[in-house]
């Protein structure tokens, strides 16, 4: 076994693209669904106002491997870490600095979902919310359909015009800042809401028949996206956990209530399987994506595999068993 690797920002950017981010992911959904790869129910703690502690992890059968990711979400920011551990032996293979892994995963989970259940002829993308998701989640949706247009909508002005005018230029298409959020979603057969927002305010009178919605940004309890009348207009509900979405997504918590009949929210590894598609009849659909440990392992996984053939990252030495099982220091009457 190869010593245990510290993998930093830049190898995990140097190493993965969004189009092999999403492959990863949908290959780890096709193990969940399949039973090999078993999720950690996300948990997290709150603090202060509106800082949050997270933790969420995974275990990969067919790969042998392990791990968590662990952050806390402060308002001076964030220090994502994945640790991966051998399965059989406990060993630590390594910790991936998890900033731009967090990107491709949230990213890729969209990705998954909207080749799966947007139009296939879907061209255009409104998206809400221009903070450090947005980037990641336009190449997403590029990766699976052929855009022509992006619409950004930020509550902040400059921050959508930004968006737009390095968006513009990475990826080579119009993007155009709305003024309002109605103009963003008219008529957009593809809109993805990633925002920290605490009063939902996207609804359903102004979104689009047939199209299809990622809400990535609403984790935990006290945020919400969408207001009441969106849910009862989706023809699809998909969550990339189920059991996560009822403990913390407020949004499907209100809808479905905390204890009612939620078999109509489907897992996303459950589409992927059964290799579906969009209804024809479909109004809306929705992907309500709350994170997961097989989705951050996917990438972890792939990232770890590519740093070791290209010789990426930082070898860390492995401990030896006295350091693994030190004696503690007691004294006699201790």
Do not use: Y
Not at 73 to 85: D, R, S, Y
Not at 238 to 245: E, G, M, R, Y
Request: aromatic content about 4%; some cysteine; glycine content about 8%.
């Amino acid at each position: 076994m190869s010593a245990p690797r510290w993998i930093a920002e830049a190898d995990v950017v140097a190493l993965l693209d969004l189009p092999a981010a999403i492959a990863a992911v949908r290959r780890g959904l096709a193990q969940e669904a399949r039973g090999t790869a078993q999720n950690m129910v996300k948990t997290h703690v709150r603090w202060s106002d509106g800082d949050t502690l997270h933790a969420i992890g995974a275990v990969f059968g067919d790969d042998g491997l392990a791990g968590t990711k662990t952050w806390a979400h402060t308002a001076g920011g964030a220090t994502p870490l994945l640790v991966l551990f051998d399965a059989a032996s406990g060993a630590l293979r390594a910790v991936i600095e998890a900033f731009a892994l967090g990107q491709l995963r949230t990213g890729a989970v969209s990705g998954v979902a909207t080749d799966i259940l947007a139009d296939p002829a879907a061209d255009e993308l409104a998206l809400i919310g221009s903070g450090r998701q947005a980037m990641a989640q336009v190449a997403a949706v590029r990766a699976v359909r052929r855009l022509r247009r992006v619409r950004v909508f930020s509550p902040t002005a400059a921050h959508a015009a930004g968006l737009a005018a390095r968006a513009a230029v990475i990826f080579d298409l119009p993007v155009d800042v709305a003024e309002t959020l109605d103009a963003a979603v008219h008529g957009a057969p593809m809109v993805t809401v990633a925002t920290r927002a605490r009063v939902p305010f996207v609804s359903g009178a102004s979104l689009a028949r047939g199209a299809h919605v990622n809400a990535i940004g609403a984790i935990t309890p006290e945020r919400a996206e969408l207001t009441a009348d969106v849910l009862p207009r989706c023809s699809v509900v998909t969550a990339d956990s189920v059991a996560a979405a009822q403990r913390l997504s407020r949004e499907l918590r209100d809808h479905f209530g905390e204890s009612g009949d939620w078999s109509a929210v489907r897992p996303l590894c459950e589409l992927v399987a059964a290799d579906a598609s969009r209804p024809a009849d479909a109004d809306l659909t929705l992907l309500k994506a709350m994170g997961t440990g097989v989705s951050d392992l996917s990438v972890g996984i792939e990232v770890l595999r590519r740093a070791e053939r290209a010789g990426r990252g930082r070898e860390v030495p492995a401990p030896t068993k006295a350091e693994l099982f030190p004696i503690p220091p007691f004294e006699k009457g201790g």
